[in-house]
């Protein structure tokens, strides 16, 4: 039963997805991990500001600035609710990637000392590995992982020809024995985890995590990444307990070029600007200069005014339907899409068979079909999906590919979509002559 949202009525509010494409196909947009369509309300509340109140913020005492500041500082109040956090713990960025590398600028290089251990996963998206690389590189800290539970068999086959489900039963998830072991047995300063996995959907426990690091560690801080799972379930900073999060504008019907940082306000306070100029100085002198309040010391520079009020929009939007809802009718979603996988033979699936701890992001490979191949014959089909590394290749290396398939729901997916793709799946079998 797919009734706790009018699934259509949300349907109408993005233009996009009533597009027509490769000789007249409806649209299937199944790319949501990468980027989420935008609603009317988005693309209004951007089209308003520069219609009507196109102004600088925090600038001038003219009506368009202060309506304009108005409006932005609006949306960071919003943000705030939505993660249960206070305002000035709410740093706007340019997306996720940016947040992550201000704190291991701002803060790692006045924390990590050498001989220092930074723990990441096999699962992180580039942008949570590289900003580490550098600064351990830098520091002499060390960079090690936490392994996720994968047996090496390359994927859990879904639609075996005998009709079993093969694969064993890794699922993707942590091994956290190797985070006990590595707090019990050396100085672990951070702890940088994705909520989501960009590619596996893995859930990760991370309340679980900051416990353990909080009993265990000496003073280990933790980062976690919501990019994949700030869109797609309600997220309460408080209850996470983490010292600093992650998200990005654009996974979650806002637009590209917005990202949010947020910090427990001592650790902000702490913190040494990332970037100097103008709007994060209190005062400034011929050779001295003191900052701004929080966050606004963080913030250097005109900022992307009119896509922040546009987020303020996408938060508004999300709120109004309800995360519980929208995590329940994805859950839902991915007990059909897994469900249905099961029935395409040659199909193997990397992470989770079960709907419980995993997200709406399905990536697998069919047969020995190149993954750019596969999206290619999808596209003909109307159907646009992932394909690639997914800047992940350190967990393509863990699962022995060198790309994977992937598709990624959101709220104004449907099951109808669902069967088209696997439709379009098995015309690629048959032009490709496996299974």
Request: glycine letters at 10%.
């Amino acid at each position: 039963m797919l009734s706790m949202l009018d699934v259509e009525r949300i349907r109408a509010d993005f233009p996009i997805l009533g597009r027509r494409v490769r000789d007249g196909k409806r649209l299937i947009y199944f790319d949501n991990a990468a980027t989420t369509q935008k609603p009317k309300q988005v693309i209004d509340a951007i089209y308003n500001y520069y219609m009507n109140y196109n102004a600088n913020i925090h600038r001038a005492v003219h009506q368009l600035s202060e309506e304009a500041t108005e409006a932005y500082e609006g949306a960071r109040a919003k943000v705030a609710r939505f993660i249960d956090a206070r305002s000035d713990e709410v740093v706007f960025v340019r997306n996720a990637t940016e947040a992550i590398n201000l704190v291991a600028y701002a803060w790692g290089r006045a924390n990590i000392r050498a001989g220092d251990t930074i723990l990441v996963s096999e699962m992180e998206h580039h942008s949570n590995i590289v900003p580490w690389q550098m600064l351990a590189r830098e520091k002499g800290a060390r960079l090690q992982y936490i392994r996720i539970d994968y047996d090496g068999n390359g994927g859990n086959s879904m639609g075996d020809a005998d009709g079993g489900h093969g694969g064993g039963g890794d699922a993707g998830s942590l091994v956290l024995d190797d985070l006990h072991h590595a707090l019990s047995h050396e100085s672990v300063k951070l702890v940088a985890i994705s909520h989501m996995s960009n590619v596996l959907g893995t859930i990760n426990p991370v309340e679980e995590i900051v416990e353990v690091c909080r009993d265990k560690g000496k003073g280990t801080m933790v980062l976690v990444d919501g990019a994949q799972s700030a869109p797609h379930m309600p997220i309460d900073v408080k209850d996470i307990g983490c010292d600093f999060f992650a998200f990005s504008a654009h996974k979650m019907l806002g637009p590209t070029g917005v990202g949010v940082l947020y910090a427990k306000r001592d650790i902000l306070d702490s913190m040494h600007p990332f970037i100097g100029g103008g709007d994060m100085i209190r005062e400034v002198h011929k050779y001295d200069a003191s900052w701004n309040d929080l966050p606004w010391k963080f913030e250097a520079g005109t900022p992307n005014i009119a896509d922040v009020i546009g987020f303020g929009a996408a938060i508004d939007y999300l709120s109004a339907i309800g995360m519980e809802n929208i995590r329940a009718y994805e859950h839902q979603l991915t007990e059909y899409m897994l469900s249905r996988l099961r029935d395409v033979k040659g199909l193997r699936l990397y992470g989770s068979r079960e709907a419980g701890g995993r997200g709406a992001v399905f990536s697998f490979n069919l047969a020995d079909i190149h993954p750019h191949d596969l999206a290619t014959i999808l596209d003909e089909d109307g159907i646009a999906i992932r394909s690639g590394h997914h800047c992940a290749q350190p967990l393509m290396e863990r699962l022995g590919v060198a790309a994977t398939s992937r598709a990624s729901l959101y709220i104004y997916n449907t099951r109808e979509e669902i069967d088209r793709f696997i439709e379009s799946l098995e015309r690629a079998r048959l032009i490709f002559r496996v299974g």
